[in-house]
């Protein structure tokens, strides 16, 4: 099922289970290899200790990269099940993880891609634009990549020889190139850059980029591009990686690529009614709870005379505490009805995002882990790096006004 794993959830690496959680870092859902944990069970296991991600135990699915593996993962937790006594989820996990460095390392992955290129890349024919856009401003661009030089140039080569006005070489619209650049580390370590012949790259004498290195740091991007913290602005795909690493280590301004948003944005026009619907029955239900909770106040003696008599005469209802609980029973059996119905309906919203896990941004009510993560460490997020086109090149972007709570 190609569906089942999305970006966000979290692995809890030994019981075999898969979570996602909210800002709050509650687990909203579980699913133990591919089938749902009971909410009881959920709450036993994960609702009275405190999750701590990336301690070990609980790994975050933070990349694109990690979708598909820990696909694979949950249906091995499922075969563990059927046919071990005592499973270890735990050396599983690092069987599974061992293995995709492995595919990744002896180009099992990459020799297919590199086999039929258009099979597997999605060539976005306005990146050119956008590059060459940006560079008319004085803009200097530099791609900085984890992947071996020939990878980098096959798809580079793919994405960006030959398109925009000039037709030019990728490399041209560079003005440095990072290769094996060893992402996280790079943004915590202190390395020179090394050489990088730029013909490994593919390009001709004339054609090459100004800078090509492997390796290196921060600092030494930092040198050679001659700017400096946050008058670098970011891109990339990788929440801890990419974005976290780079804004913590080195105080640039972030821009992350979330391609699932574009088909987010697809399903949330299609639920735009029944958002609407939810937001009527959710305050139908807090105008319930209120009257039933005005009524056992009254009940218990703790309303004023006044403001009780007030009440049975907008209500129409006679004195006497018989018909007080009558009506007290039927807020009761209203407001459950209500509640079964946002739930119900709660539930409908979700399944159009994911049938499983509902939107990568949202958990339950609550904003998710992946999207809170979103909201602290990327300045900026978009699907992809073209829709900047769309803008002046030197438009500056600001935050909408936040409010508290109490503010609204």
């Avoid at 975050?60 to 820990?70: A, L």
């Avoid at 990549?145 to 096959?154: C, D, G, K, Q, R």
Wanted: positive net charge.
């Amino acid at each position: 099922d190609p569906d089942f794993v999305i970006r966000g959830l979290i692995v809890d690496r030994r019981r075999g289970n898969i979570l996602k959680m909210d800002r709050h870092h509650y687990a909203v859902q579980a699913f133990h290899g591919t089938r749902k944990l009971p909410p009881e069970m959920r709450k036993d296991l994960y609702a009275r200790r405190r999750v701590r991600i990336g301690a070990g135990t609980f790994v975050p699915v933070d990349s694109p990269f990690s979708v598909p593996e820990i696909s694979l993962y949950a249906q091995m937790v499922d075969l563990m099940d059927r046919r071990e006594r005592r499973p270890d989820y735990r050396h599983l996990y690092d069987d599974v993880r061992a293995a995709i460095d492995e595919a990744h390392a002896d180009d099992s992955i990459k020799g297919v891609i590199a086999r039929a290129p258009l099979r597997y890349l999605e060539v976005d024919g306005a990146l050119a634009e956008t590059l060459e856009r940006l560079r008319t401003l004085g803009t200097k661009l530099f791609l900085l990549t984890n992947s071996e030089p020939a990878y980098s140039a096959l798809v580079m080569e793919r994405l960006l020889t030959g398109r925009g006005s000039r037709r030019r070489h990728w490399t041209g619209f560079f003005d440095l190139i990072v290769v094996r650049a060893e992402k996280p580390a790079f943004f915590a370590r202190h390395e020179a850059f090394r050489p990088l012949d730029a013909r490994i790259l593919g390009a001709s004498r004339d054609r090459r980029p100004r800078f090509a290195f492997a390796g290196g740091c921060v600092s030494a991007l930092e040198r050679a591009l001659g700017v400096a913290g946050d008058e670098i602005l970011y891109f990339g795909d990788h929440t801890y990686g990419d974005i976290m690493k780079s804004k913590r280590s080195g105080g640039w301004r972030t821009a992350m690529i979330i391609r699932e948003l574009e088909e987010e944005l697809e399903r949330l026009e299609t639920v735009r009614g029944p958002l609407r619907r939810l937001e009527q029955l959710e305050r139908r239900a807090d105008r319930i709870a209120g009257e039933r909770d005005f009524l056992e106040r009254a009940l218990e003696g703790e309303v004023p005379p006044r403001a009780r008599a007030r009440y049975r005469a907008e209500r129409g209802l006679p004195p006497g505490v018989r018909e007080a609980r009558r009506l007290l029973g039927r807020l009761e059996e209203e407001l459950d009805g209500v509640r079964r119905t946002i739930a119900e309906l709660e539930a409908a919203i979700d399944a159009c995002f994911n049938e499983h896990w509902g939107s990568i941004f949202r958990a339950g009510r609550e904003i998710s882990h992946f999207g809170n993560q979103v909201g602290e460490f990327a300045c900026i997020y978009t699907s992809r790096v073209s829709n900047f086109r769309n803008y002046p090149m030197d438009k500056y972007f600001l935050t909408a006004h936040e409010f508290m709570p109490h503010e609204h």
